[in-house]
Nanobody
Framework: VQLQASGGGLVQAGDSLRLSCAGS????????MAWFRQAPGKEREFLAC????????YYSESVKGRFTVSRDAAKNTVYLQMNALKPEDTAVYYC???????????????????WGQGTQVTVSS
């Protein structure tokens, strides 16, 4: 599986942005698909995931209510819709694919086998 993240950019606080993660290889529905981010000097942070085999989602408290993860099966693409962006959302955003379904697993980097290259999101105040 190869993942390609895109859609990042420079926006102002309060704006919205949608990130895309396009995949090749096995269909995304067979994987739990997640979004992480990493800000300078900080550890990679779990944001949201779509569980494999169904449409169930899970979000970190830091983005719940502002970010929405979704999947377009026909395009083998996963999206992260980000609303009401804040300067503290500035980071490199990564998509990932893995086989985990347990919360403790899907929140960790090592719960994922495949990673995209990252896309930069910068939110100005």
């Amino acid at each position: 599986v190869q993942l390609q993240a895109s859609g990042g950019g420079l926006v102002q606080a309060g704006d919205s942005l949608r990130l895309s993660c396009a995949g090749s290889g096995r269909t995304f529905s067979t994987y739990t698909m997640a979004w992480f981010r990493q800000a300078p000097g900080k550890e990679r942070e779990f944001l949201a995931c779509l569980f494999r085999g169904n449409t169930r989602t899970y979000y970190s408290e830091s983005v719940k209510g502002r970010f929405t993860v979704s999947r377009d099966a026909a395009k083998n693409t996963v999206y992260l819709q980000m609303n009401a962006l804040k300067p503290e959302d500035t980071a490199v955003y990564y998509c990932a694919a893995g086989a985990g379904t347990i919360i403790s697993t899907i929140r960790r980097e090592n719960g994922y086998t495949y990673w995209g290259q990252g896309t930069q999101v910068t939110v100005s105040s």
